[in-house]
């Protein structure tokens, strides 16, 4: 219990930078058996736990840090699945420093307990030694509709699978996983990593429909008749652009588009592939979208790589590890910057584009600084592609309106308690929040198919 005085924390050993850069694999390491339980037993095992109320998944750290510290892979693989429907996925992609490991008691002076990276070696030790996610061995004759196959989606399919559902799943792409497996680059998830939990959804028995979009493949009307609920997790789709002159011109990219093609390419699904190789990359935005398009980037080639971003450094709205591989990868970063129009050529084609410096002002109503533009600022660089990670915005199929279901102002679904407007109908992560984290996702999903289970026995 008092370990923590004598075992520091460790942090998963990474590829070198000159070598991970050759490569789209995962640059962390999975700490070994013995690695993680001797960093689990530095857990002071808190009454109250703040990791614990800190998770949105409310994943009950303690214990599984508790039974792992004593080489119980099989407690601790069973604790950390039953409220989590992807342990090794959140471990992979949660920014732990803002949620579980920001609020480790150890956090204040000794350095919290790695509790993203136990989270990933538990459930990968399990899995090589043959445990599996637990599912109803006894079927219900009830069924669901589950539109979209992201975090919010295979959330909802684990749980609504786990009570002895039947799931029909339904995704346009051409694999499911949503964001998972076409928008996080695979250098922070191996795409095998997100099929596997799929894999194990449709040896549970999930139905799955990839190549099948709803509203034009097939109707939601047609799906909602055969079943006894609909959960919609769509996400938010849509990546936004800055309003500024020329930026449709030849050579500007959505965040969004140009992660998506870029793994279509990987997995040889589209012919038309984005090719930045020996180009300058100018990136606008400083989330993790954004450090996600620069590290693509450096990966697929480019001359040069740039970040450009309104703020200060200290300022930046993504996860620190995520700021640090980029900088450690070769990108550069150009802060107090506000984008003023993009300069094309005479074919319309970009050459660079018209900055503003910035300085920092008061707080706004959010806490956050505003932006106040420095008079005769402006400079200009040199660009061949320009990368807008600026946030997302709603996608709105058309069946979402014709069928009665609300948006809010936002083109978000409306929902209370995870039910839309329509009866019979639920809805979760993105596609009701905005843009928000894999967790988000995962726990509304998880929570919708609790919500969907008691309306539909009770
Ligand atoms: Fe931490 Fe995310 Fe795992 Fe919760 S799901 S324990 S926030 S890494």
Known sequence: MQNFINIERVESKKRGNFERVKDYKEIYEIKTLSEISEQSDRCVQCGDPYCHNKCPLHNYIPFWLKAIAKNDVDLAFNISNESNPFPEITGRVCPQERLCEGDCTLSDGYGAITIGAIEIAITEEGLKRGLKPKFAQKKVDKRVAVIGSGPASISAATYLLRAGFNVYM??????AGGLLTYGIPEFKIQKEIVKRRIDF????GLSLHVNKEVGKDISFEEIANESDAVFIGIGSGESNLANVLNENAEGTYLAIDFLKNIQKKHFNETRKSIDVKDKNIVVIGGGDTAMDCLRTSVREGAKSVKCLYRRDKYSMPGSKKEFKNALEEGVEFVYNVALKDVIV????????????????????????????????????IDADVVIFALGFSASTPSFLLENGIELNKHGNIMVNEYRTSKNGVYAGGDCINGSDLVVTAAKDGRNAAIQMIKDILE
């Open 170 to 175: 339904y995704e346009k792409e051409m694999r």
């Open 201 to 204: 959804l449709v040896e549970a």
């Open 345 to 380: 050529n005479n074919d319309n084609r970009v050459i660079g584009v018209n900055l503003q410096k910035t300085v920092l002002g008061e707080k706004d109503e959010n806490k956050r600084a505003k932006i106040e533009i420095i008079k005769q600022s402006d400079f200009k």
